[in-house]
């Protein structure tokens, strides 16, 4: 029996990774790999800005899981869902429409579905926060450290931060020349990868870096096998039906292209002051918006729509070319009736730091602007009776300016005073053919559509905080602060165009207008003792808030008011505890903290999916609460090896929800009460979206030297989560069984480093995970009554097994 090449490396690597041991995935950062520590044995600290300053990862009093340079190549992690793979608890959810992706850390996230709705998990890159879910469309590279900070960090990284933070710092020049030149080819995908990195100083005080990186995709993580459809139109002008075929998707998804890159500029006169300039764009282009849309639950063995297709759990989606003869005719279509799409960025950001004697000044203005244009079958899985193809094109950018001073007084007192001012613009484009229906006297962009959308919202946020910090003992520190936010949101939302056989559902020319204003106090105070440099025990009571805000991809119907499409703040409270221990002269590392948040409000947004709306709500409230246990060794008898591990006890349940049904919920179900005058369900006591109650995780790393100037390297790490339901309204047809995922790389490198030649392999088991769900449209019947049919489940499928092959020389 012969092996194709891809499939024999992938055995050798499984080969390899099995008989060195097993493991499973890291939650925390990793120095081993070719450190000055990893060479004596030990642990190294791993420096953090959790507090908007440099400190200790283990001394921090906050829950953060580092994950160091070294970790980040070692594993290739360039995007916020390669990362995700490395943090149990975090997990990321890939859509094609609304927001672009869910995020959920500890049970908490956002829905997918609403463009309005920011993420309850912040993403904060070089101190300037984020706020799209389609910031995953980002690729970032060159990175010098990511910190995922659990719970509510208000206080420091301001709105929006109510579940976490995912914050990355990017790599600044370096002191001395330093080069770099990768390429990598990834089997599964067939995906070629080269990146460049160049980076040392001009002149005594200006230094520059330079990184570039290019990928082009050939091959698939997702086989298409849709199957050809007709979508019949009826013209409401002439009576007469057309039939338009649509045939299946000719190619595999995603087929990405992408480029990304960044300059930095640093100007470092040596008197107290420093400046850093930089300056980033990003382009994706890929051959499908709704590539990882799995078809994996029904409620019977196959789709209803389409008997020939089953419904698995297999890295399959069915979809479909436009029609031939329709092929352009919408806006922000192709003429060629591809599906597609394109993703644009670029941003700049500046950073200005003085010291004086007892205080530091901080000054960060950042610009950043994002285009996104897609075309979607978004019926998501073939079939004659469901809707044909939409299209959307957003804009979203954003201006923000923050200043902060910090004093470092000898005394017991210091302080933390900052202010910030946001400037954002949000402006949407939506069209989608609906009902079967066309108007030949309509515009020919319109001709075929059920309906044409735009919203715009207008955002302005001003905040200030402060913190004071006071060394009540000198091993014991209490400290306490405020953020204050006062937020407006002006937007509207109007359907310019609705086919007339649809007015009676969708409302023509009809504007909802949402004028907001918010304000908000989010207090935090902090008791931290340190009895010695190898034990640091805290507590903490912290709030959070996220804002209010507009459902810019809702629809107007006839009986559509303001508060239909506009949602309240979320606001989170609790506690949190723990203890971090540093044991056996730094070769063991304890770690376990405890914590307790109710959240207020949460947002949480519903598409109906037998009549197309969009509705957010908010969930009355939520309470999630856990425990978390992280240990790291490092034994100096063998140095170079790292064992770590997690284990994670999180328990996420609505306290109090009246929530609409999901689709083909029966009266024996619990869909027995209203919502907001349609059928509706009481989840109080129900799990939230992506709510796992166990993850952990295991791992092992090791490097040595087996030659003068080589070296031989290896990890292994794995990640496993209990069941969740990955649906926010308990749908149970969304359950996402338990799993294990293992990674893998193996290094060898040449000449102290300069040539390395590496094998990386994640999701190793092949593991398929939906991180959200939306039930299937069209699908389900009956909700509400005793003889309801639940709709079948579409999924936002996790990559399958990957395999890269990595090149690197350095000079």
Request: aromatic fraction near 12%; proline fraction near 4%; charge should be neutral.
């Amino acid at each position: 029996m012969s092996l194709s090449a891809g499939h024999a490396v992938r055995v050798a690597l499984l080969a390899t990774v099995f008989t060195s041991g097993f493991a499973i995935t890291p939650a925390f950062a990793q120095d081993a790999a070719g450190s000055e520590q990893a060479q004596q044995g030990g642990i190294s600290d791993i420096v953090v800005t959790a507090r908007r300053r440099e400190e200790s990862a283990q001394t921090v009093p906050v829950s953060v899981t580092a994950i160091s340079a070294e970790q980040i190549q070692r594993y290739d992690m360039t995007s916020l869902e390669k990362i995700a793979t490395q943090t149990p608890q975090f997990t990321i959810g890939r859509a094609s429409n609304g927001s672009g992706a869910q995020l959920t850390l500890r049970g908490i996230g956002s829905s997918s579905t609403s463009i309005g709705i920011e993420q309850s998990v912040a993403v904060v890159v070089d101190g300037v926060y984020y706020g799209q879910g389609r910031v995953i469309n980002e690729g970032f590279l060159d990175l010098e450290g990511v910190e995922v900070l659990k719970g509510p960090q208000s206080l420091f990284f301001g709105k929006n931060a109510t579940a976490g933070v995912i914050s990355l710092r990017t790599a600044n020049p370096t002191a001395t020349p330093e080069f770099k030149a990768q390429l990598g080819y990834e089997f599964a995908g067939k995906e070629l990868v080269g990146e460049f990195v160049g980076s040392g100083p001009l002149t005594d005080t200006l230094g520059l870096r330079v990184a570039l990186r290019a990928s082009n995709m050939t091959g698939s993580y997702f086989k298409n096998r849709g199957i050809d459809k007709t979508y019949s139109t009826y013209d409401i002008a002439t009576g007469v039906t057309t039939n338009h075929f649509a045939p299946a998707y000719g190619g595999d998804n995603p087929g990405t292209k992408e480029f990304l890159g960044r300059v930095t500029l640093a100007y470092d006169p040596g008197d107290r002051f420093k400046f850093t300039l930089k300056a980033n764009a990003s382009a994706s282009d890929a051959d499908n918006n709704s590539w990882n849309y799995g078809l994996f639950n029904c409620a019977g063995d196959n789709y209803a729509l389409n008997a020939a297709i089953p419904c698995q759990r297999k890295f399959n989606i069915y979809q479909n070319y436009f029609p031939e003869d329709l092929a352009g005719t919408n806006p922000f279509s192709k003429k060629s009736g591809a599906l597609y799409n394109k993703y644009r960025s670029w941003a700049i950001t500046g950073t200005a730091e003085y010291a004086f004697d007892d205080v530091s000044l901080t000054w960060v203005t950042n610009y950043n602007r994002n285009t996104n244009r897609w075309a979607c079958d978004c019926t998501f899985v073939s079939s004659d009776l469901a809707a044909a193809p939409s299209t959307e094109k957003s804009i979203y950018h954003a201006f923000s300016t923050e200043l902060r001073a910090q004093t470092s007084f000898d005394g017991p007192l210091n302080l933390l005073v900052g202010g910030y001012y946001q400037k954002t613009k949000r402006n949407h484009f939506q069209s989608g053919a609906f009902g079967n229906i066309e108007d030949s006297t309509a515009p020919a962009d319109f001709r075929y559509l059920g309906y044409f959308k735009r919203s715009e919202t207008d955002g302005e946020t001003l905040s200030a905080y402060g913190q004071v910090s006071w060394t009540i003992l000198p091993k014991l520190e209490a400290t306490g602060g405020v953020r204050y936010i006062h937020e407006t949101k002006d937007s509207y939302l109007v359907q310019p165009y609705v086919n007339g056989a649809l007015q009676a559902l969708f409302v023509q020319d009809k504007t909802i207008y949402g004028d907001q204003t918010f304000n908000d106090w989010s207090p935090e105070f902090t008791l931290t003792w340190t009895p010695n440099e190898q034990i640091t025990v805290y507590g903490a009571y912290k709030t959070a808030y996220k804002s209010g805000g507009f459902s810019n991809s809702g629809f107007v119907s006839i009986g559509t008011i303001p508060s239909d499409v506009a949602f309240a703040p979320e606001k989170a409270r609790g506690f949190e505890a723990g203890i971090k221990t540093m044991l056996a002269d730094r070769q063991l590392r304890l770690n376990l903290g405890v914590y307790s948040y109710k959240y207020v409000n949460l947002q949480v947004d519903f598409f109906n999916s037998q009549t197309f709306a969009f509705i957010t709500t908010n969930a009355g409230s939520a309470r999630t609460k856990g425990v978390e246990l992280e240990f790291e060794f490092a034994p100096r008898a063998v140095p170079g090896l790292n064992l770590h591990g997690t284990a994670n006890y999180n328990r996420a349940r609505y306290l109090n929800y009246i929530a609409p049904c999901y689709g083909g919920q029966s009266i024996a179900q619990g869909c027995d009460i209203l919502f907001q005058g349609a059928p509706g369900q009481d989840l109080s006591g129900a799990p939230t979206a992506v709510a796992p109650k166990w993850t952990a995780s295991l791992g092992v790393s090791y490097e040595t030297e087996v030659s003068d100037g080589t070296a031989l390297g290896f990890s292994l790490d794995s990640r496993y989560s209990d069941s969740y339901l990955a649906s926010g309204f308990a749908h149970p047809l969304s359950k996402q069984p338990a799993y294990l995922t293992l990674d893998g790389s193996i290094r060898v490198k040449f000449q102290d480093a300069r040539y390395e030649l590496a094998l990386i392999g994640k999701n190793l088991t092949n593991r398929y995970i939906v991180g959200g769900a939306v039930d299937a449209p069209n699908t389900g019947a009956g909700t509400g009554t005793n003889n309801a049919i639940m709709a079948d489940q579409v999924g936002f499928v996790s990559l399958p097994r990957t395999v890269q092959l990595q090149a690197t020389v350095r000079f």
